[in-house]
């Protein structure tokens, strides 16, 4: 298997940290896409290339792929959590750097936007009693 990231991609932390969970040899390429296939598009995201030749290009997809490799199931509730950082977090995260980094916003109304994200996560972990969104351990 072969990892490549990009610089700068924002799936990239949750992808290498799956990687690192994962019971294969994963070679990750910090430098970003380097020669692939002609027909296939360049998201500029995080792509795995499996021993196949087939790349998946979704981050969630290469995590959910790290669970298959060690034997676990993705779960509805690690399914969501995976979704709602992509669709949730990611932008709320950008729009705060945006607003500290290209507006000079002071960082308190940058953080602003995250503060309801925040409390969720904070809330979910309360109630679950758990230091992890999904299952008890971050490992197998």
């Known amino acids: 298997m072969r ?6 991609a924002p799936a990239a932390l949750k992808v290498l940290a799956a990687a690192g969970a994962a019971p294969a040899p994963v070679r990750p390429h910090l430098d970003g896409p380097a020669e692939r296939p002609r027909a296939l598009p360049s998201p500029g995201g995080p792509e795995l290339e499996l021993d196949n030749g087939t790349v998946l290009f ?3 997809a290469i995590c959910q792929y790290f669970y298959l490799c060690r034997g676990d199931e993705p779960t509805d509730l690690s399914t969501q959590w995976l979704e ?11 729009a705060a750097l945006y607003l500290r980094l290209v507006q000079g916003r002071p960082g308190p109304d940058a953080l602003a ?9 904070e809330q979910h ?3 679950s009693g758990t230091s992890h969104l999904a299952g008890v351990s971050a490992g197998p």
């Open 58 to 60: 979704s981050a969630n």
């Open 125 to 127: 972990l309360a109630r």
């Open 3 to 8: 990892l490549r990231v990009p610089p700068g």
């Open 113 to 121: 936007v995250l503060r309801h994200l925040l409390a969720h996560l």
């Open 84 to 94: 709602w950082e992509a669709t949730e977090l990611q932008p709320a995260v950008a």
